[in-house]
Protein backbone atom coordinates (compact mmCIF):
# COMPACT_ATOMS: atom_id res chain seq x y z
CA UNK A 1 0.00 0.00 0.00
CA UNK A 2 1.37 3.64 -0.80
CA UNK A 3 0.52 6.22 1.89
CA UNK A 4 0.91 9.69 1.19
CA UNK A 5 4.13 11.59 2.40
CA UNK A 6 2.31 13.32 4.76
CA UNK A 7 0.75 10.70 6.42
CA UNK A 8 3.54 8.75 6.63
CA UNK A 9 5.34 11.30 8.44
CA UNK A 10 2.41 11.42 10.95
CA UNK A 11 2.45 7.97 11.28
CA UNK A 12 6.03 7.72 12.23
CA UNK A 13 5.53 10.42 14.59
CA UNK A 14 3.08 8.06 16.05
CA UNK A 15 4.78 4.87 15.98
CA UNK A 16 8.11 6.19 17.83
CA UNK A 17 6.57 8.11 20.11
CA UNK A 18 4.79 4.36 21.21
CA UNK A 19 8.24 3.20 20.98
CA UNK A 20 9.51 5.57 23.77
CA UNK A 21 5.99 4.76 25.88
CA UNK A 22 6.68 0.85 25.21
CA UNK A 23 10.53 1.56 26.61
CA UNK A 24 8.81 3.22 29.34
CA UNK A 25 6.53 0.44 30.33
CA UNK A 26 9.20 -1.69 30.47
CA UNK A 27 11.19 0.22 32.52
CA UNK A 28 8.35 0.42 34.65
CA UNK A 29 7.74 -3.49 34.79
CA UNK A 30 11.58 -4.50 35.75
CA UNK A 31 11.47 -1.36 38.55
CA UNK A 32 8.92 -2.96 39.71
CA UNK A 33 5.75 -0.37 39.89
CA UNK A 34 2.49 -0.25 40.53
CA UNK A 35 0.39 -2.77 38.09
CA UNK A 36 -2.46 0.41 37.62
CA UNK A 37 0.58 2.56 36.55
CA UNK A 38 1.70 -0.16 34.57
CA UNK A 39 -1.43 -0.93 32.96
CA UNK A 40 -2.64 2.53 32.26
CA UNK A 41 0.42 3.07 30.58
CA UNK A 42 0.47 -0.23 28.34
CA UNK A 43 -2.81 0.97 27.23
CA UNK A 44 -1.48 4.56 26.10
CA UNK A 45 1.06 2.10 24.13
CA UNK A 46 -2.13 0.14 22.19
CA UNK A 47 -4.15 3.28 21.60
CA UNK A 48 -0.63 4.54 19.86
CA UNK A 49 -0.42 1.72 17.88
CA UNK A 50 -3.95 1.68 17.07
CA UNK A 51 -3.78 5.09 15.60
CA UNK A 52 -0.65 4.51 14.16
CA UNK A 53 -2.73 1.60 12.04
CA UNK A 54 -5.99 3.50 11.48
CA UNK A 55 -4.02 6.33 9.74
CA UNK A 56 -2.33 4.27 7.70
CA UNK A 57 -5.72 2.46 6.28
CA UNK A 58 -7.30 5.47 6.20
CA UNK A 59 -4.69 7.19 3.81
CA UNK A 60 -3.95 3.99 1.74
CA UNK A 61 -8.06 3.15 1.16
CA UNK A 62 -8.44 4.66 -2.14
CA UNK A 63 -5.21 2.17 -3.12
CA UNK A 64 -6.61 -0.49 -1.41
CA UNK A 65 -10.12 -0.37 -2.87
CA UNK A 66 -8.29 0.17 -6.35
CA UNK A 67 -5.86 -2.56 -5.78
CA UNK A 68 -3.25 -5.01 -3.84
CA UNK A 69 -0.65 -7.05 -4.97
CA UNK A 70 -2.87 -9.59 -6.23
CA UNK A 71 -5.74 -7.88 -7.36
CA UNK A 72 -9.02 -5.73 -5.75
CA UNK A 73 -9.42 -6.12 -2.49
CA UNK A 74 -12.81 -7.50 -1.88
CA UNK A 75 -14.66 -5.83 0.83
CA UNK A 76 -14.48 -9.02 3.40
CA UNK A 77 -10.85 -8.43 3.00
CA UNK A 78 -11.23 -4.57 3.74
CA UNK A 79 -13.12 -5.63 6.58
CA UNK A 80 -10.95 -8.17 8.11
CA UNK A 81 -7.96 -5.50 7.85
CA UNK A 82 -10.27 -2.71 10.33
CA UNK A 83 -11.11 -5.79 12.71
CA UNK A 84 -7.42 -6.92 13.24
CA UNK A 85 -7.24 -3.30 14.28
CA UNK A 86 -9.88 -4.03 16.85
Known amino acids: MKVDDESVGAVLNRLRRAQGQLAGVIAMVESGRDCTEVVTQLAAVSRALDRAG ?7 MRQCLAASGDGPLAEEQLERLFLSLA
Open 54 to 60: FKIIASG
